[in-house]
């Protein structure tokens, strides 16, 4: 027996809500609330009730350790929208009652009219259990999956697979047996069933009050329909499709899984054929063929023997910068080549031509400025075998020429 | 007389590229796919693969190195878009993605040991330019600002990945 007042139940609640829905939170995990768990939430809160706890009945001894009573859960439950879902047997156990009562009423329409009049509301009390479980567990396997879908928690995918398939296999499948027009067992023809026996008695029966109650269960029966209709498109167009699609997922992840593990990409797995694109090399396609045989034509040559001339040759070689510093020294200078002949003289008495024209070559020096000369006289240069005839060339440092100017 | 867009069609498969059904010359190549495929077979000696969504050539001598890169980059994108929560499926098909995201994903993949052992995968520098590649072969398309999406013919890898599961059994 409760002492309190319902209105002060319902304050304690209020005054300790967030207490509460961490130990309803505890039970959801792991269907009971141990001894410790408990002291440890109350000591978080720094709060003393557990007294009040059990004598509002909100929570119950179970040997050592506590549970909701089944009114708090259920209600946490609801408000919460959080429904822990329940096995097709459990359903299935309110298919049964149906049944069984249907079955009773339909046998015993004749009998007692106050037995009648308490299997029908009986029925209604069951289908509208049903009714609950199905909404509440479409709702919850619907979060489950969505949420298994979008993988809040990082499971990996074996985990997940694993996962989906027991969602599918122990509750999606069986609740849309359950609710599948098509299938003669399943608790929705059964309702059916009974929504048309219903609409006949609520007009045929010979009792008013009888009557009434037919009349009462054949409007919720509508309703029914028409919720069960309503988790039955949630099935068939958002459930099953969600499902579908991580199975699919699945197939796919199981491929790269297998690829990628233990190296299999890299060992007996063929990738794909693709297409080797032909380019044109900047090089001859016989390159290599060709600088083998290039090379190769001198692997068997005779050794050559080069014999050096033993005697020595004085080489003339043009010192560039004694000329320069010498012409600078003598500038201007009238007639260019016959300084170059008599330069190259003092050094060397058999000049050739080839010394000569390296010496001319400093006439092509930027510091100078060459002129013609006026009296366009040729002047000429010879040594033991040839003669040049050439012109005669003043030449004068640039500075200078441009000082006359 | 020859298809229209026939000397594009030749050019862009004979460069190792997928036609795919975004291109337009697909249309060209389904209406005109027996003499395509004879085109092909008889010139070249290449055989022309056609799908429900791309075409594309393949020889006697095929690329293995650049497929199973491919192969493994797609495994990968794939895990860890999934680990995401996302559907990979549909982010293949749909989406756009930055080059950063990409690098992201491989950088904190828990497939690292197959990352390191692949060149075309182990850093910034080689992830980017195998996506180059892809870009190269019409399996992938640059859009603007680093984004790029997939083509259609992305689906040759991971199909290819999926078939393994089938195959065995």
């Given amino acids: 027996m409760i002492k309190s007042e319902p209105k002060s139940i319902l304050q304690f609640m209020a005054s300790h809500y967030d207490l509460l829905r961490d130990l309803f939170d505890i039970q959801v995990k792991n269907d009971i609330i141990t001894k410790e768990s408990l002291n440890i939430c109350l000591e978080n809160y720094d709060k003393n009730i557990r007294e009040q706890l059990t004598e509002y009945q909100i929570l119950v001894e179970q040997n050592d350790d506590f549970a909701f009573n089944e009114p708090y859960f259920v209600l946490f439950e609801f408000i919460h929208q959080k429904f822990k879902p329940l096995l097709p047997e459990e359903i299935e156990h309110f298919g049964q009652a149906i049944r069984t009562l249907f079955l009773k009423i339909k046998e015993g329409i004749n009998d007692d009219k106050n037995i009648l009049l308490e299997r029908i509301e009986a029925l209604s009390n069951q289908i509208k259990k049903f009714t609950n479980a199905v909404v509440n567990n479409t709702k919850s396997l619907l979060t489950e999956s969505k949420e298994l879908k979008a993988n809040n928690k990082k499971i990996d995918y074996q985990e997940k697979i694993h996962k989906a398939r027991y969602l599918i296999e122990n509750y999606i499948s069986p609740l849309n047996t359950i609710l599948d027009v098509n299938h003669s067992q399943s608790i929705y023809n059964e309702l059916l069933n009974v929504s048309q026996f219903t609409n006949v008695k609520r007009f045929d029966y010979i009792d008013e009050s009888i009557r009434r109650e037919f009349e009462k269960l054949y409007h919720l029966l509508r309703q029914v329909a028409k919720d069960l209709n309503l988790q039955s498109i949630i099935l068939t167009n958002e459930l099953l499709p969600l499902i579908e699609r991580i199975k699919t997922e699945s197939q796919y992840l199981r491929g790269f899984h297998h690829y990628l593990t233990n190296g299999n990409c890299y060992k007996d797995i063929e990738p794909p054929r693709i297409f080797v694109s032909s380019r044109d090399n900047i090089y001859n396609k016989f390159v290599y063929e060709n600088t083998k045989e290039y090379f190769e034509q001198f692997q068997n040559e005779e050794e050559i023997i080069v014999i050096e001339d033993s005697e020595q040759t004085n080489d003339w070689l043009f010192d560039k910068s004694k000329y320069k510093e010498s012409l600078n020294q003598n500038l201007p200078i009238d007639d260019f080549f016959k300084w170059c002949e008599s330069s190259i003289k003092e050094e060397n008495e058999d000049f050739s031509f080839d010394n000569f024209f390296m010496v001319t070559s400093l006439l092509f020096e930027e510091d100078y400025e060459v002129f013609v000369s006026k009296d366009s006289k040729n002047i000429s240069v010879s040594n033991e075998n040839s003669e040049l005839i050439m012109p005669k060339l003043t030449i004068k440092k640039q500075e200078d020429v441009s000082r006359e100017t | ?128 330019r195998h996506i180059g590649t892809m870009v190269k072969r019409n399996i992938a398309v640059k859009q603007s600002n680093d984004r790029y999406s997939f083509t259609k013919a992305h689906k040759l890898f991971i199909d290819f990945a999926k078939d393994l599961i089938d195959k065995k059994g």
Avoid at chain 2, 42 to 60: A, H, M, P, R, T
Avoid at chain 2, 72 to 84: G, M, P
């Fill in chain 2, 1 to 128: 007389m020859y298809p229209e867009k026939h000397k594009e069609i030749v050019t862009y498969l004979m460069e190792g590229k997928f036609i795919t059904i975004e291109d337009l010359s697909f249309e060209t190549i389904k209406k005109n796919e027996d003499f395509y495929i004879t085109f092909f077979e008889k010139s070249f000696g290449f055989e022309l693969i056609e799908n429900q969504d791309f075409y594309y050539l393949v020889s006697n001598e095929t690329n293995e190195n650049t497929s199973r890169d491919i192969c493994i980059f797609f495994s990968i994108l794939c895990y860890e878009l999934d680990k995401e929560g996302k559907n990979f499926l549909e982010e293949l098909n749909y989406s756009e993605f930055h080059i950063d995201e990409i690098i992201e994903y491989f950088k904190h993949s828990s497939w690292s040991d197959v990352i390191k052992a692949t060149n075309q995968l182990r850093n910034d520098e080689s992830l980017k």
